[in-house]
């Protein structure tokens, strides 16, 4: 009687690991997965204009000036 009960724990006990295993695994997975996607790069519209905004206008005017005009003009 008490061999059938500690195969009956030891059985349950084993189910229980493996259950607790794979959800571990799959949870690392999906947090991996996760981190995978986030480092996409995001284009951001307002940069963009800002650096064609200077190289347009880099010959016909000083650099500080496009600098400050870009800003107003793309990031406002």
Do not use: H
Request: glycine share 4%.
């Amino acid at each position: 009687m008490r061999a059938m009960l500690e195969r009956t724990l030891t059985k349950r006990i084993e189910a229980r690991f493996w259950k607790f295993f794979w959800l571990n695994i799959i949870g690392v997975m999906l947090f991996l997965i996760g981190g995978c996607t986030a480092d996409e790069a995001e284009v951001d519209e307002s940069a963009l204009c800002y650096e064609r905004y200077i190289e347009e206008f880099s010959d016909q005017y000083p650099l500080e000036t496009l600098k400050k005009t870009a800003a107003l003009k793309c990031y406002s």
